[in-house]
């Protein structure tokens, strides 16, 4: 590692430490509610572990509680997991050209929302060695707080736990508002998006069980029409970088 992908590296960690936290605080009501289903500190460590990904995982447990059928989970997993395609392909346009494969499959490994929005905000090219040191901070996060919430058991009451689970939204808002105060068309188009996910909830075509198909179509029309009528030339993602 050369010393500017280490400053890249430690500039990664800094920037992913709110997100560190705040993965903590999510997952350690992630591993009550493990606790719960069944699942010992292990098994928790080893799903947590190997998926990074919050909705996808309280899915999980919620088909593991029912006794759903393998291919019901892998289906699962796949709508709600599905928009991390689209913010990989987002991701893949930032990063420099001469990116090998490798870092990019690693990287598309630890595309969050929270960390594809430090991501692809970061000015300039994006370098793996920034995007892990988000990585780094966020994913011990996540893991350490799911296995504290199994070894804490029922010692917190539900409202304590419940509470816990707001933090991942709350979170994400304190992205989202920064970068919508300096650029109005962020907030007309986190606007959108808040309206359409609020009318595809009242339809009946979207229940819980299609959560994640919905958040992948408001995704795709708002970003589509975002595109179409505020596009970014090349000379706007110039600039330091991360």
Not at 34 to 57: D, K, M
Request: overall charge positive; hydrophobic content about 55%; some cysteine.
């Amino acid at each position: 590692m050369t010393r500017r992908d280490l400053i890249r590296f430690l500039r990664g960690l800094r920037d992913g430490l709110p997100i560190g936290a705040g993965y903590f605080a999510v997952s350690f009501a992630f591993g009550i509610q493990a606790r719960e289903v069944g699942l010992s500190a292990f098994q928790t460590f080893v799903l947590s572990g190997s998926n990074l990904t919050s909705a996808g995982q309280f899915a999980g447990l919620r088909i593991i509680q029912a006794g759903g059928a393998l291919a019901a989970m892998a289906l699962t997993q796949l709508v709600i997991n599905l928009r991390y395609c689209l913010m990989s392909c987002a991701l893949s346009q930032k990063l420099a050209r001469d990116v090998p494969f490798w870092h990019r499959f690693f990287i598309a490994c630890g595309v969050t929302d929270e960390i594809f929005a430090v991501g692809v905000g970061a000015p300039g090219p994006l370098r793996p060695a920034y995007f892990y040191g988000l990585t780094a901070i966020s994913w011990p996060g996540w893991v350490a707080g799911s296995v504290l919430g199994v070894l804490a058991g029922d010692i917190l009451p539900g409202s304590v736990s419940q509470a816990l689970a707001i933090a991942l939204y709350a979170m994400f808002v304190a992205i989202v508002v920064p970068a919508a105060k300096a650029d109005r068309r962020v907030l007309a188009v986190s606007l959108a998006a808040v309206a359409l996910s609020v009318l595809g909830q009242a339809l009946p075509l979207f229940g819980p069980r299609h959560a994640g198909m919905l958040i992948v179509i408001v995704t795709v029309v708002v970003a589509g029409v975002a595109a179409f009528l505020f596009p970014v030339g090349e000379a706007s993602g110039k600039g330091g970088e991360p």
